[in-house]
């Protein structure tokens, strides 16, 4: 197998020609975005791990929903064994939601596999954690509950009582975690300052990250929570809070330790690539079915804070939380 490393090396990622490839070897589909490391990197390590003869082709839709369509043709035409799909968006543009089962634009008759989803309930991808309600689709989940969030930052800070939050509504897992946190500001009590990005529905714009930290500062937020979004992911989303003396709270660990949020609440990545690797496994090498299979949890969750970040804005954390917490360091 190549690896994910070279492919990324290429500034393009291509699939190996099926020619080449063996009918016993396993086809898998893989849909991601640029930011798919490390995931990808521990879904592919454990599938070659695994001794199974398997070829993975990457394809990146660069966070161009327009393009999901071709890469549902390209998956079938390919007669892929198994699709992959990383984030919410990813996932909806592959298998649709429940209201569109049976519905040719989406995937129905190939087993999907997804990770690094927001809430794959609330984004009507699965009905619970016992099974996902589709026949042919399972996956995994990786976020703690949304309190936990907000316990942490409250141990950090007591004088925590206002959340920042940019949301945008082009994409359903930032929607969907904007809704939670209204609903957990009102019984836990905090303010919340929740500033939208998308404008009528498209993607947003870079360019309009400044003003919209500016807004969230003028409103007295010392606090800005990530939620779940792709185009957040960015040193010009966390310098900026940084520059304006606001902490960012991460639930990507990568943002702690090559960003500069400052605190992460998060599984590690890797090990939530090799959860879906195991699922997939269960599908291609023991034959089980993907509506049988439970949604598997994330069950360990890793608190990192930068230290370098705490100090530039004059927020060390209390001891009592480092003894909790792993830092990071320039």
């Not at 007669?79 to 989406?106: K, M, P, Q, R, S």
């Not at 496994?281 to 949890?297: A, F, K, Q, T, W």
């Amino acid at each position: 197998m190549r690896t994910l490393k070279a492919l990324l090396a290429a500034a393009v990622i291509l699939a190996v020609p099926m020619s080449q490839v063996s009918a016993e070897t396993k086809k898998i589909f893989a849909v991601t975005f640029n930011l798919c490391d490390p995931v990808c990197e521990g879904f592919e390590a454990e599938i070659e791990e695994s001794g199974i003869d398997a070829e993975i082709v990457w394809r990146d839709y660069e966070l161009d929903k327009s393009r999901l369509p071709g890469l549902v043709a390209e998956a079938r035409k390919l007669e892929a064994d198994l699709i992959l799909t990383n984030g919410t968006n990813a996932t909806l543009g592959i298998v649709g939601t429940f209201d569109d089962v049976g519905n040719d634009v989406f995937i129905s008759e190939i087993p999907v596999v997804f990770t690094n989803v927001a809430n794959p309930f609330s984004a009507g991808i699965a009905e619970d954690f016992d099974h996902s309600g589709r026949s042919n689709v399972t996956g995994t989940f990786n976020r703690p509950d949304e309190s936990l969030n907000i316990k942490v930052i409250e141990t950090y800070d007591d004088s925590f009582d206002t959340l920042g939050l940019l949301y945008n509504s082009n994409e359903a897992n930032s929607a969907i975690k904007h809704d939670e946190l209204v609903e957990l500001s009102r019984s836990m009590g905090f303010r919340l300052v929740a500033v939208e990005m998308s404008k009528d529905g498209a993607r947003p714009d870079l360019d309009d990250l400044p003003t919209a930290l500016d807004h969230l500062k003028e409103e007295g937020v010392r606090w800005i929570y990530l939620g779940s979004s792709s185009f957040l992911q960015t040193d010009a989303f966390t310098r900026g809070a940084v520059e304006r003396g606001m902490a960012v709270v991460s639930p990507y660990e990568h943002l702690v330790r090559r960003n500069d949020a400052l605190i992460s609440v998060a599984a590690h990545l890797e090990d939530v690539g090799r959860l879906a690797a195991q699922q997939a496994l269960r599908i291609l090498r023991d034959g089980e079915s993907p509506g049988d299979l439970p949604i598997v949890r994330a069950a360990d969750f890793a608190i990192v804070v930068n230290m370098d970040v705490a100090r530039e804005l004059n927020r060390m954390p209390p001891f009592a939380f480092l003894q909790i917490a792993d830092t990071v360091h320039d």
